[in-house]
């Protein structure tokens, strides 16, 4: 019983070490934990920021390519009057409007189309009038006044559309980059949550390691210092034990069985 309770006292300097490490050994990690879930908070953002540049890149090279077919097949119906480019002003034209629903069906701000739906809408009326109607009235005419009928028509009706079109189609293609300043913003407040635990956490360990190299100097390392001065003064010169310094703990106890240790020693000795 006794050395059970001299064992339960010589646990004070060993507890407040052990607090002031696991206390450091917790803000390390919640702090890193913080900072783990906001960068990939982050990293997600930039990730999904450039994954939608991407698509909408995609998205309108395909419409672009499709509307220069749709171009280059009426420049062959209208002006060179080469019925065989009938299929592909189709082909082109579904291309364009399929290419349309799917950029309607991912885009999260669906303003950017509005412009380019209307311009797609009206270019497909357009085309479907002019393959309904424009080539059986061009097949009617003399051969020799079908280019100019046709390059007239073209310059006149066609071009002013097909460039509202191609228009359209750039501006849906850098309209993610309208939206960046606000996504940018938001990705800066989420830097700033990810480095913020970081440095109050670092603040705070430089406090608790300071205060345990305090608690070390005072209450450890100065009272071992004059037991060893005092220990060393009574072996060289038989000078009386005496610590002046405020112990507790376990320092206290190694002062007291180094007394009775003493004690000992002189009853011995007598």
């Known amino acids: 019983m006794p050395y059970i309770h001299k064992f339960k006292r010589m646990t004070g300097l060993r507890k407040r070490v052990m607090i002031g490490f696991l206390s450091i050994v917790c803000l390390l990690f919640f702090s890193g934990m913080v900072s783990f879930v906001e960068l990939n908070h982050l990293s997600r953002d930039t990730e999904d920021i450039l994954k939608a540049n991407k698509r909408n890149i995609e998205l309108a090279k395909e419409m672009l390519d499709a509307a220069q077919e749709q171009n280059v097949a009426l420049i062959h119906l209208a002006v060179f009057g080469n019925r065989s480019y009938d299929s592909l002003c189709r082909r082109s034209m579904n291309r364009l409007e399929q290419t349309l629903h799917v950029a309607q069906k991912e885009a999260l701000e669906k303003s950017f189309l509005d412009s380019l739906a209307f311009a797609t809408t009206e270019l497909r009326l357009f085309t479907d009038n002019y393959l309904a109607f424009g080539t059986s009235s061009r097949d009617s005419l003399m051969t020799n006044h079908l280019d100019s009928i046709g390059s007239k028509w073209y310059i006149d009706e066609y071009e002013e559309l097909y460039g509202q079109l191609t228009a359209a189609i750039k501006n849906y293609m850098t309209s993610t980059q309208s939206s960046l300043a ?86 011995n000795n007598s």
Do not use: H, W
């Open 182 to 267: 606000p996504r940018a913003e938001q990705m800066k407040k989420n830097a700033y949550r990810a480095v913020t635990p970081v440095l109050i956490s670092l603040a705070v360990m430089i406090a608790i390691v300071l205060m345990l190299y305090y608690f070390m100097s005072i209450y450890c390392v100065e009272p071992i210092i004059r037991l060893n001065k005092s220990l060393g003064d009574y072996l060289s010169f038989r000078m009386p034990f005496t610590v002046k310094a405020d112990l507790k703990d376990e320092v206290l106890e190694l002062k007291e069985k180094i007394e009775s240790l003493i004690t000992y020693s002189k009853q």
